[in-house]
């Protein structure tokens, strides 16, 4: 049986995608599996979330290509993205797909990976700290306590392609927290939804911006609150809503500098 050094470059000979999780923002937090992927790469195709530290991993000779997105502008259309990662790859090059927070988490991930499938190319996943878990840690909220919430909900406020809505009963629980991706600019509708489902108008709050990074800024209050919260924050920003988010004060323990550029 070959080793594993041994399947390892006959993969690289016939083509390789590595979907790596770049993590929320602080450099640090990278996977060890993703920090040596990174290095090896022929090529890196990355996303506009992904810290400039964590691009300055790659060698020198790796070919750098930007995908970025963001709110209202696609730079590079998701089906080009799928179609740059199967050409790169079917040139027998080490490709290093690189994504914000965690690839299978609001990322498309599993997207890109149906694309490879269907060519025939041969992939690997390396899980990175998604935005919930790693700005809601810097940020001294729990997403579960035994005295508030003991389940948690990841919440898109994307639209689907069929335009279809969130269902917001099914979201309007007692013991919950709610974590909103993408959605400052959803903001007056969430909490007009989840105030008209039934959850009360002084239900606890928090936007996270720019978490984990040394530009992270936290503002708290109320559901009702919300919009006039958002109209303060910039993206990349987090919506938790739950009573977790009173302990904010009590266990924040992160002290950005935020004339770090």
Known sequence: ?????????????????????????????????????????????????????????????????????????????????????????????????????????????????????????QFEV???????????????????????AQSVQFITAHVQKDGAEIEWDALVRSNNTLVFYMGLKQSPHISTQLIKYGLAADTPCAIIERGTTQKQKVFTGTIAELANMAEKAISPSLIVVGSVTTLHHKLDWFTPNSNDE
């Not at 390396?126 to 508030?148: E, F, M, N």
Request: hydrophobic letters at 40%; a negative charge; aromatic letters at 4%.
């Open 126 to 148: 390396v899980p990175g700290i998604t935005a919930a878990a790693g700005a809601t840690s810097y940020a001294g909220i729990p997403l579960t306590h035994r005295d508030h």
């Open 1 to 121: 049986m070959p080793s594993i050094q041994a399947q390892s470059e006959q993969k690289k000979q016939n083509g390789l995608v590595s979907l790596v999780g770049a993590g929320p923002g602080d450099a640090d937090l990278l996977t060890v599996k993703g920090h040596r992927l990174i290095q090896q790469a022929d090529v890196v195709v990355y996303d506009r979330l992904v810290s400039k530290e964590i691009l300055a991993l790659a060698n020198d000779s790796a070919e750098m290509i930007y995908v970025g997105k963001k709110l209202d502008f696609h730079f590079v259309p998701q089906d080009r993205i799928n179609q740059i990662l199967v050409d790169k790859a079917q040139e027998g090059k080490h490709v290093v797909r690189l994504k914000g927070g965690d690839s299978f988490i609001f990322g498309r991930g599993g997207e890109e990976l149906e694309t490879l499938a269907e060519n025939g190319v």
